[in-house]
């Protein structure tokens, strides 16, 4: 079964900078999907990554998916306070977009 | 009103007993999950439907069972709750194959003592 996992567990930062979140899988990915949950709430898709080498944004947040397509970061830029939550990487091994497995997740606070 | 919507929200039950958690959705979607949310284990999934009459078993379903009443209804029981069961339960919904993003609930937060 594939596996991912997520690092750091945990981070705080100050506002205004920025920080990197990773994801790595034990098999190649079909799709690499990025969500943010506020505490003790829903989560909510950020963004999806299919081919190699891809890059997208929203707002300060960009994701990169590797070359080999087992790894992928999530960036953001002058970190602000509503960016606080846990992030979660979430796989599609099947290239059917079935079924996602979930990465341990990275709870991020924002201090001002 | 949230496409996806999870009852109860919060509940405290005693080992042994039996629990359902619902879970509703007016998107229209036919891919139904239940995943639950472990500190420190991320989400797992539990079981998944595709249509009314395709049920899955996630990777760790035992001590649970679901029932797909309907494309828009899709509940989670456990029959004899026990207290390593404790944890917050999300349902989502996905919806034509290729796309990937899943649409989640708000959970269920359920304490087994």
């Known amino acids: 079964s594939q596996e991912l996992e997520q690092s750091p567990q945990s981070l705080i930062v100050q506002e205004g900078k920025n920080l990197t979140i990773n994801c790595t899988s034990s098999?190649?990915?079909?799709?690499l999907y990025w969500y943010k949950q506020k505490y003790g709430e829903g989560l909510i898709f950020l963004m999806m990554?299919?081919?190699?080498?891809e890059e997208k944004s929203h707002e300060k947040i960009t994701a990169k998916l590797d070359e080999k397509k087992q790894q992928s970061s999530l960036h953001i830029t002058a970190s602000q306070p509503s960016h606080a939550g846990i992030y979660l990487c979430?796989?599609?091994?099947?290239?059917?977009?079935?079924?996602?497995?979930f990465g341990t997740g990275t709870r991020l606070q924002v201090t001002l | 009103d949230a496409d996806v919507t999870q009852t109860p929200r919060n509940r405290i039950t005693k080992t042994g007993k039996r629990i359902m958690l619902e879970c509703s959705q007016t998107?229209?979607?036919?891919?139904m999950y239940w995943y639950r949310q472990d500190p420190g284990l991320g989400l797992r999934l539990i079981y998944y439907?595709?249509?009314?009459?395709?049920?899955n078993k996630g990777e760790i379903s035992d001590g649970y069972s679901v029932s797909r009443q309907a494309q828009a209804k899709f509940s989670l029981s456990l029959e004899s709750a026990i207290p390593n069961q404790t944890a917050l339960y999300f349902c989502?919904?996905?919806?034509?194959?290729?796309?990937?993003?899943?649409?989640f609930g708000e959970g269920s937060r359920l304490t087994v003592l």
């Open positions: 439907s595709f249509d009314v009459k395709d049920i």
């Open positions: 098999k190649t990915l079909y799709g």
């Open positions: 979430g796989a599609d091994g099947t290239g059917t977009a079935s079924k996602l497995t």
């Open positions: 989502a919904t996905a919806g034509p194959s290729g796309t990937g993003e899943l649409f």
């Open positions: 990554l299919q081919k190699g080498g």
């Open positions: 998107k229209g979607h036919d891919r």
